[in-house]
């Protein structure tokens, strides 16, 4: 099965469907052991992709993380609900479900990864300014509207909204786990409230 | 040298400039490694103190972990500046400190071997509930003096203060690093002020 596939697949890197079962494997493979991990052989491996096709498409395994983000991980360009309060809840419970579910720590492991290799850190480059840009964005479409005072940072929207869900998961014990997925929407409630309050001054 | 040390500190491993040296190394190989290569063998290695005292002292890697944390890591418990404004300020600037010091990568690995492995969590509870405990000490004793509305969510306050901080420090580029360091007590009591005015309503 795995040769047959390879056989059929092989020069033609750009069929959807091995990208698809590329990036799939790509993210459980990073999730599972971080950028330390992650290689060609691994994903060939979990994928069931040979590894010549691999390397026919990418040149790093820091691309094809890339890639593989951009694909399969956090996306928010598509969030446009027409008002701040309900975009900025969009992307709290959009990044409440990532870090509860089951591929939670890939979310982890991005931020160890960035912070700890450069390579890393600069491979991703695209995949988190297509995560940046269209969330300064909403901030930004908010202050036109006259919902948000202009001149308001958008980073500094940005960094309560997402560093405030993810500190709030990050540090549940185990124990209260249960508790805070059952009221997590409503704590996205509790914080883009008060952001805004904050930031409307 | 080392030979000596571990020779005249033997059978005295609560001797607290034994402990110095251990707390400083564990310190230093964990933010290296990680939990990964987090151990007895290395910690021997970096302190220059004998593995035998190690084990006398600590019976898993994980407390000596935890007690390392506790000595040299974020400490909250003496921040109490008479207003919220100022203690909240005190902690987001520690946590500027911390993360963009030269020991910064222990808290990224912290964040990332709790949330990954369930026995680091456990071990490490006691040196995060030191850390827990005061900060929403800070929020009560603020509500108690008006300053913040009864019944203010401590948890809110510290996800939104700690979480924009952190998501500042991790998510700023390495060539807008300077720029970032420049400002960065001013970001704090941007965010500070923002959260403040938020819980106010």
Not at 5 to 31: H, K, M, N, T, W
Not at 93 to 105: M, Q, S
Not at 107 to 126: F, S
Not at 172 to 185: A, K, S, V, Y
Request: no cysteine.
């Amino acid at each position: 099965m795995t040769e047959a596939v390879q056989g059929s697949r092989r020069g033609r890197p750009r069929d959807p469907d091995v990208e698809d079962r590329v990036f799939d494997a790509a993210i459980e493979l990073y999730g599972r052991t971080g950028w330390a991990g992650f290689n060609f052989e691994g994903v060939a491996r979990v994928s069931g992709i040979g590894k010549a096709a691999l390397y026919r498409r990418w040149s790093h395994r820091a691309q094809l993380l890339n890639d593989a983000l951009k694909a399969r991980w956090i996306r928010v360009d598509d969030i446009d609900t027409g008002d701040i309060r309900g975009d900025l809840l969009a992307v709290a419970r959009l990044l409440l479900d990532v870090l509860t579910g089951i591929r939670g720590e890939v979310y982890l492991r991005i931020l160890t990864d960035t912070g700890l290799h450069p390579e890393v850190h600069e491979a991703t480059a695209d995949y988190r300014a297509g995560v940046v840009a269209p969330s300064r964005a909403m901030v930004h479409r908010a202050a036109a509207r006259g919902e948000l005072p202009a001149g308001t940072d958008p980073g500094l929207v940005i960094d309560l909204v997402v560093g405030a869900v993810q500190n709030h998961v990050l540090t549940t014990p185990p124990e209260l786990r249960d508790r805070m997925q059952e009221r997590m929407h409503a704590y996205a409630e509790q914080v883009v409230d008060t952001v805004l309050r904050g930031v409307r001054g």
